[in-house]
């Protein structure tokens, strides 16, 4: 039950106005102002588990096909020195191992005259004026010797 407290007030109010100033006085009131005894229990939340099920998204497969970028080699027979013929192909071209003019490496491959009369397909002409061959049409790779020896000692038993 609330247990009740008494306290005395009293009061005077002055109001200025332009006849004067007039002072009121609230007689000395005795007032009981009620007291809470209050106690503070502890509130118990259960907050409840939410499981969310993950969705599961299936996209499809995409396969990119990137094109296979023919770069023709340079194989003009003019920028070619100490040339020597090793052999000829089922399809009439010749095999030569040769030096470009500006390096010393032994490669093994055609020449672009020769292909442009068999496969002209495989031959284009450079900005340049010089023939060049595209190997991949031919079925063929431009190799170095000292790879193409490796290859043919792989391949032998």
Do not use: C, F
């Not at 509130?43 to 588990?49: A, D, E």
């Not at 192909?89 to 292909?115: C, I």
């Not at 397909?121 to 031919?138: M, P, T």
């Amino acid at each position: 039950m609330p247990s009740r407290q008494r306290s005395s007030v009293q009061s005077s109010l002055s109001v200025r106005n332009n006849a004067g100033t007039v002072t009121l006085h609230v007689p000395k009131t005795s007032v009981r102002t009620p007291t809470l005894n209050t106690r503070i229990s502890t509130i118990k939340v259960h907050t409840p588990t939410v499981r969310i099920a993950t969705p599961t998204i299936k996209t499809p497969t995409v396969s990119i096909r990137v094109p296979t970028v023919r770069v023709p080699t340079i194989s003009d027979i003019r920028l070619k020195r100490d040339i020597v013929e090793l052999g000829r192909l089922a399809n009439g071209l010749h095999l030569y191992r040769y030096r470009y003019l500006w390096s010393d490496t032994l490669y093994v491959g055609v020449m672009a005259q020769e292909v442009l009369e068999i496969a002209p397909q495989a031959v284009v002409q450079g900005a340049d004026g010089y023939l060049r061959v595209d190997y991949s049409r031919l079925g063929l790779q431009l190799s170095t010797w000292d790879d193409a020896r490796a290859d043919v000692s792989a391949r032998s038993p």
